[in-house]
């Protein structure tokens, strides 16, 4: 049994899909409700959490927070695979059905449409989802995670903290001090703007320019009708969770809020709370009030846990595991194997005091001077020469877990995902022997599996829309392998200083190709040494915005690319072995969105020219589409020959061929602008 306690209350349980059967694994339900932890301050199991001998306690001396739970599970457990996957629910939304079945995003998964292709309850996974944020405010469905505020003897706490706002359309005069709408913002301690301070830059190394402190003001804008023929009208009420500038912020540009803020949520409980539950559910223990355990019927139980986790969950999969929270109360192992994605380079700015969970970190022009970004980088152990100081994500054999990471191009512009895998001088840097890593060639970010067409959205061009979730299924298969039979996944494929698929940026300009009309980035995301103040590794920050010390930064680098502009290393998608245009990790912002500067976490697609006469009217210097592929049988015939070679090389499932020649049909004209 755990030394901490926990209580469930199934608010709602019933048939998943309508009742459908998923092959061997038969029907699913869905259970969803709320789970009560209460947690010892004073144990070592959560002694590492910010603030939590601050939090108030109850009759027993234990701290209190509440979380919202939804679980899939076979609706005969025996029929199952023994198995739970725990989507980390990404800023409070579910994905795993979106990214591993193909199916429409949703945070109410009810429906056969739900289901998708059904991978996972054909495989027989039981999946959970658990809220870990405590900083989301409810709406759209979002899993709500309640935590405690901190006091210090009954008295509220403040301290310093900082806010970036960049408006993405015109006229914004008012937004919440926490910059999303979703988050909830920190109350400022106090409304005099001159005890704050509010500055603007063109880009993230720009000066600043302070604004007047009589120029705008801790308030917000409510709206509603006038009497006697006023129309609509306007009131300007003074408040202490947003900020608001008449005069409107100017899109583009970097705002910065410095202010004085109060009443500090203990954010890292988050991470005791998926620890507790996930042990809880593996245990097949009953409740402390002597509830069943969900996930066990008779002698099954739960066998291995598996965790994913896309971008910020991807990050707070690598922070979990650093922390130590991957060993539970008693010693064990919590999850056997883990796969983020799309974190890059980054942890959480999560076990800190005034710590925002929600924003994207470390991107080019927004939010770029993060304490998300901070050594260490890599799995693996190694010294920071800047420091001397020694550190690795993974450090307790006893209770690591497997892990598949996963990267896109996109992390090695905008995440400076190079240093997962290189020192902090830019070396290679092997990975232990539980660690895979794959970058995944000239692909985006955020993939939908479901793309309606090519976007520009505040960018010069397309979006990047390679193709990418069948990985996910072949990942999640050769992860359970390696954790059931051991089993090991393919080696790692990522660029590497060694075969020179690694390199700096003046390199990789000098290979891309000259595409008419086409500007390109001036560099990835730097990653400079920032300075938040002595206390930072205890969890408080105490200089905002940080320094930057001295000139010497930690090198990013970024894959190699073809004669097309496509990655060379990696895992290429069908997609890009079988290229319609040049698909990268980087777009630019349009001039009035911060002109030149990176798209956030975006790549591109420049499509091909479509004829040989286009080709030299523009000047392209790439292949037509006609000169590669004389009809639209041929592509795809050359997409199904790429899909046959990543499934003989276990990267992929025989059955997403089919789906990967279904997409190519009409010259892929879903994903691409061809006009043939």
Known sequence: MMTNRIDIDIAERGDFAGGEDFGETGPYERLQGRVHFRVDPLAAAQSVVTDIGLAPIDDDRLVSFTADFCILRPRDLTRGNRRLFFDYGNRGNKRALQFFNDAPASNDPRSSADAGNGFLMRRGYSIVWLAWQGDLLPGDGRMILEVPVATEDGRTITGITRAEYIAAEPGMTTLPLSSLVSTRSYPAASLDTHAAKLTRRRYAHSPREEIAADAWSFARVERGGGVDNQGMENVVLA????????????????????YEARDPRVLGLGHVGVRDFIAFLKSGDATASGAANPLAEGDTRIEKAYAWGRSQTGRCIRDFVHLGFNADTQGGRVFDGVMPHVAGAGKMW??????????????????????????????????DHFTGREDGILKRPDTD??????DTACEYWHRRASLVHTDSRGDDLPQPYNVRV???????????????????????????TVATSMFFRANLDRLDAWATTGDAPPPSRIPLRADDTLVDVDAWRS???????????????????????????????????????????????VPAV????NDIPGVRAPMVQAPLGTYT??????????????????GSYIPFADTPDE????????????ERHPDPEDYVQAIRQAAKRLVEECLMLEEDVERAVQGASDWGRARHDVRL
Request: glycine content about 10%.
């Open 239 to 258: 408040c202490d969770s947003h900020i608001h500038l008449p005069g409107g912020f100017e899109t583009g540009w970097i705002y910065e809020l410095v």
């Open 350 to 383: 999560m076990n800190h005091r005034f710590a925002n969970l929600v924003l994207l970190p470390g991107q080019e022009h927004e939010n770029h001077f993060t304490p998300a970004d901070r050594f260490p980088f890599s799995y693996a152990v190694s010294v």
């Open 401 to 406: 877990p497997l892990v598949i990471h996963t």
């Open 438 to 464: 794959y970058l995944w060639s000239s692909s985006q970010h955020y993939a939908s599996p479901l793309v309606a067409g090519p976007a520009r959205g505040m960018a010069q061009t397309y979006f990047n």
């Open 511 to 557: 290979s891309f190709p000259a595409i008419p009309g086409v500007a390109l980035p001036r560099s990835p995301s730097r990653l400079e040494r920032l300075d938040f103040g002595d206390e930072i590794d205890r969890g408080h920050i105490t200089r905002e915005p940080p320094a930057i010390i001295g000139d010497e930064v930690y090198p990013v680098r």
């Open 562 to 565: 073809d004669g097309d502009g």
């Open 585 to 602: 990790g980087w777009s630019l912002r349009r001039r009035e969105h911060g002109h030149g500067a990176m798209v956030g976490i975006t």
């Open 615 to 626: 080709r030299e009217q523009t000047g392209d210097p790439r292949p037509s589409i006609l």
